[in-house]
C-alpha cells in the first residue's frame, strides 16, 4: 500500500527566506506525486504535479519540487517565502496502475510566515 | 469556469439526521471522490466513483453512503450522523488516464452534536 510522510507537523520562516517542506513516499512502482496547498478556509489547490520526465518540477506561485528517485522523497521548495504563502501544505502519492486514480495524502505541513 | 461545488458548505446538525451533501462537478470527469479532513490526520479517502453507477469503499467508508446517478453529481449521505463524524469534508473530481489531476471543492464543515 502506498503511503506519504511530511515529518515536519509545523514550519515558522522569515518573509524572504527561503523554503523546503519535506516529503517521503512509499509506493512499489514510479510513482505521480502532487502538491497541494491549503489557505484558511478554502479547499485545496494544486501546486505541481510529478508524472514522468524531468525531476524538477516547476508549479504555480514560484514553487518547484524535486523528485529523487533513490531518496523516494519530492520535497517542496520556494527560494524567497511571501506573508501570502502561510498555509497548510499537503503532499500525495498517486497509484499509477492503470484504472486507478486513488489518492493518499501526508498529514500535512503548516507553514507560518513571520513579517 | 471549471469547478467543484459543495452544498452546503457549513452544517450543524443533531444525532441521528439524515443528511447529504451534494457535489456537483461542470469538467465531465469521470472520476469523483469524497475525502474527510482531521486534524493531524490529513485527507482520508471514504468514497469514490469510477464512473455513473460504479462506487466503492475508501479508507474511512463506515457510516457514510454515496450514488452517482449523474456523472456530473456525486452526493454523500449520513443516514445517522454521529459525533464522530465531525469533520471537514471534501469533494473531488478528476479527470482518468495518464497524468490525471484531482479538483477539489471548497469544502463542508460539518459539525454533529
Same mark, same amino acid.
Given at each position: ?10 514550519? +515558522?520562516?522569515? $518573509? ?38 524531468? +525531476? ?11 523528485? @529523487? ?9 520556494? =527560494? ?13 502519492? %498517486?497509484?499509477? *496502475?492503470? %484504472? ?5 495524502? *501526508?498529514?500535512?505541513? @503548516?507553514?507560518?510566515?513571520? =513579517? | 469556469?471549471?469547478?467543484? &461545488? ?9 444525532? %441521528?439526521? @439524515?443528511?447529504?451533501? &451534494?457535489? /456537483? ?13 482531521? =486534524? ?26 454515496? /450514488?452517482? @446517478? $449523474? ?8 443516514? /445517522?450522523?454521529?459525533?464522530?463524524? &465531525? ?9 482518468? %488516464? ?7 471543492? =471548497?469544502? &463542508? ?5
Amino acid at each position: 500500500a502506498q503511503s506519504v510522510t511530511q515529518p515536519d507537523i509545523h514550519i +515558522t520562516v522569515s $518573509e524572504g527566506a527561503s523554503l523546503e517542506l519535506r516529503c517521503n513516499y512509499s509506493y512499489g512502482a514510479t510513482p505521480y506525486l502532487f502538491w497541494y496547498v491549503q489557505s484558511p478556509g478554502q479547499g485545496l489547490q494544486l501546486l505541481l504535479k510529478y508524472f514522468s520526465g524531468d +525531476t524538477l518540477v516547476q508549479g504555480i506561485k514560484g514553487f518547484e519540487a524535486e523528485f @529523487k528517485r533513490s531518496q523516494s522523497s519530492f520535497n517542496l521548495r520556494k =527560494p524567497s517565502v511571501h506573508w501570502s504563502d502561510a498555509a497548510e501544505y499537503f503532499c500525495a502519492v %498517486g497509484d499509477s *496502475g492503470a %484504472g486507478s486514480y486513488q489518492l493518499t495524502f *501526508g498529514k500535512g505541513t @503548516k507553514l507560518s510566515v513571520i =513579517p | 469556469e471549471a469547478q467543484v &461545488t459543495q452544498n452546503p458548505r457549513y452544517l450543524i446538525t443533531v444525532t %441521528g439526521k @439524515k443528511l447529504t451533501v &451534494t457535489c /456537483s462537478q461542470n469538467m465531465n470527469h469521470e472520476y469523483m471522490s469524497w475525502y474527510r479532513q482531521d =486534524p493531524g490526520l490529513g485527507l482520508r479517502q471514504i468514497y469514490y466513483s469510477m464512473n455513473v453507477e460504479a462506487t466503492d469503499k475508501g479508507d474511512v467508508p463506515e457510516g457514510y453512503k454515496v /450514488s452517482r @446517478k $449523474e456523472k456530473r453529481n456525486f452526493p454523500l449521505i449520513l443516514e /445517522s450522523p454521529s459525533p464522530n463524524q &465531525t469533520s471537514l469534508y471534501f469533494c473531488a473530481s478528476s479527470t482518468t %488516464g495518464v497524468a490525471y489531476e484531482q479538483y477539489f471543492g =471548497p469544502g &463542508t464543515r460539518l459539525t454533529v452534536t
